[in-house]
Every structure is written in C-alpha cells, then in structure tokens.
C-alpha cells in the first residue's frame, strides 16, 4: 500500500485539465503554416518528396486530408515556406477545408446546427470502427478514456454496439474486406447518427489510396459531419474537434 501511494506522489497529476490550452512540445508536427514567399525558380522539391501528393504548387497548397505530417517537405525546401507548428486544433467540418494556404493561419469546424447540438450536445456516444487500419488511430482514441484525458468528462464516450451509439468514428481506409463491416455498423446506428472520420487514411485514403485492396463507396455516398487529419491524430486533436463542433463550453 505504501508502495502504491510513493508511485502515486511520483506521478503527479496526470490529468489533462484544459484540454484547450495545452502547451505542446515545439517537435510536435501539427498545423502546417504556409509562408507568403516566392518559391526557388523551378523548384518542386516538396511536392517532389511528399508520400501522399499532398502538395500543389503554384500556389502552395497542402491537402491535409492526405498529409501525414512527416517533415520531408519542410526539410527539403531552401525557401523554407513550409514549416509545422505545434497546433494541435485541426478538426474541419468540410473537406474543403482541411485545404491550407498562406492565407490560412488556423482552422477549426464550423458549429453544428442547432438540431445537432440539441441531439448530441450533452451526451455524445460513438462506435469506433477500425476498417482496415495500423492501429495508430485506433491506439490514440483509446487513450482518450484513459486518465490523461478523461473525454467522458465532456460526456463524450465509445461504446461497444453501434445500437447504443449517436454515430461512428472511422480509421482507416476502408478495405474491401471492411467494407460491407462498415456499411452494417452504420446501418445500426439509430437515426440521427453522425459520422467522423479520424486519420488521413479514412479521411482519403492515406499512402494506401491507389490501392486496389481499398473500397471507399461508403465515403462517398454518405455525408461526412467531422474530418480530423493526422497520421495519426493526437487525442487532443479528436476532444477539441468534437467540443468546437457541438458548440460545447
């Protein structure tokens, strides 16, 4: 017993008690800014090493819907236009949206409309699916039960049937052999249900997009309501994108 309250006193407060101002360390790779400069003459270095083709030029665009945040192109280019803040609110309501440019300094999603928020705004419960993952998604959202981040606080929680959820929460790609998982999982869902995806690869398909082993009908015949990009995304990430969505205080 005494043993266990020592450890205890070593730990500290592990608990995340402002989940929107946490102070990220500086090599914390999350919302790109684009510099308002000119690119070398002919230079295509970014979009030349970037894995996804995340990367437009002329202007610079960057499609974080496909990004998976590694450094190469901010490390390849001599202008040094790109560069990776340690913003972690990145959640968007559109696809659109997940779209940066000069012009874009920060991004978040646009409230819900007032019958959502009425629906899920005090009480939110979602079923994970895992369609075809890493399991670098799926590892991060179960950290947000533990007690770092306690999202059940914000009455936000997954359950383990789609029969007692208010929506889905998507990883991965979407396999063919997923892909039928998916469309029963949702067809589960009590109405009105909602639907968020959670790391590039549900979002676009990731680096694995031209695959011919990945089904994505389901993306696009049904409306998405929140986008959250990463590769993967902190937890951080999915808290605040889901309490600016509902409009949460």
């Given at each position: 017993?005494?043993?266990?309250?020592?450890?205890?006193?070593?730990?500290?407060?592990p608990i995340v008690h402002d989940v929107r101002n946490v102070k990220f360390p500086e090599r914390y790779r999350g919302l790109p800014l684009i510099q308002d400069k000119v690119c070398a003459n002919g230079c295509s270095k970014c979009a030349d090493i970037c894995p996804t083709n995340a990367i437009k030029l002329n202007p610079v665009?960057?499609?974080?819907?496909?990004?998976?945040?590694?450094?190469?192109?901010?490390?390849?280019?001599?202008?040094?236009?790109?560069?990776?803040?340690?913003?972690?609110?990145?959640?968007?309501?559109?696809?659109?949206?997940?779209?940066?440019?000069?012009?874009?300094?920060?991004?978040?999603?646009?409230?819900?409309?007032?019958?959502?928020?009425?629906?899920?705004?005090?009480?939110?419960?979602?079923?994970?699916?895992?369609?075809?993952?890493?399991?670098?998604?799926?590892?991060?959202?179960?950290?947000?039960?533990?007690?770092?981040?306690?999202?059940?606080?914000?009455?936000?929680?997954?359950?383990?049937?789609?029969?007692?959820?208010?929506?889905?929460?998507?990883?991965?790609?979407?396999?063919?052999?997923?892909?039928?998982?998916?469309?029963?999982?949702?067809?589960?869902?009590?109405?009105?249900?909602?639907?968020?995806?959670?790391?590039?690869?549900?979002?676009?398909?990731?680096?694995?997009?031209?695959?011919?082993?990945?089904?994505?009908?389901?993306?696009?015949?049904?409306?998405?309501?929140?986008?959250?990009?990463?590769?993967?995304?902190?937890?951080?990430?999915?808290?605040?994108?889901?309490?600016?969505?509902?409009?949460?205080?």
């Amino acid at each position: 017993m005494n043993d266990a309250i020592k450890i205890r006193i070593l730990q500290g407060d592990p608990i995340v008690h402002d989940v929107r101002n946490v102070k990220f360390p500086e090599r914390y790779r999350g919302l790109p800014l684009i510099q308002d400069k000119v690119c070398a003459n002919g230079c295509s270095k970014c979009a030349d090493i970037c894995p996804t083709n995340a990367i437009k030029l002329n202007p610079v665009q960057i499609d974080l819907g496909l990004c998976v945040f590694c450094p190469l192109c901010e490390e390849v280019c001599p202008e040094k236009i790109i560069h990776f803040t340690n913003d972690y609110h990145t959640a968007v309501d559109t696809r659109e949206s997940l779209i940066i440019s000069k012009e874009i300094k920060s991004i978040s999603p646009e409230a819900a409309s007032e019958k959502i928020r009425k629906y899920f705004g005090k009480s939110l419960k979602l079923r994970q699916i895992s369609a075809g993952g890493c399991n670098g998604c799926e590892l991060e959202l179960n950290a947000l039960s533990n007690v770092n981040f306690d999202m059940g606080r914000y009455g936000i929680e997954f359950v383990a049937s789609p029969r007692h959820a208010d929506g889905i929460v998507i990883t991965g790609p979407i396999t063919n052999n997923m892909a039928k998982a998916t469309e029963i999982c949702y067809e589960a869902v009590p109405n009105p249900k909602i639907i968020i995806l959670f790391g590039a690869c549900a979002i676009s398909g990731g680096i694995f997009k031209e695959s011919n082993k990945i089904q994505r009908d389901f993306i696009e015949k049904n409306k998405i309501d929140l986008f959250i990009p990463g590769c993967p995304p902190h937890p951080l990430t999915f808290i605040n994108g889901v309490i600016d969505w509902l409009d949460k205080k």
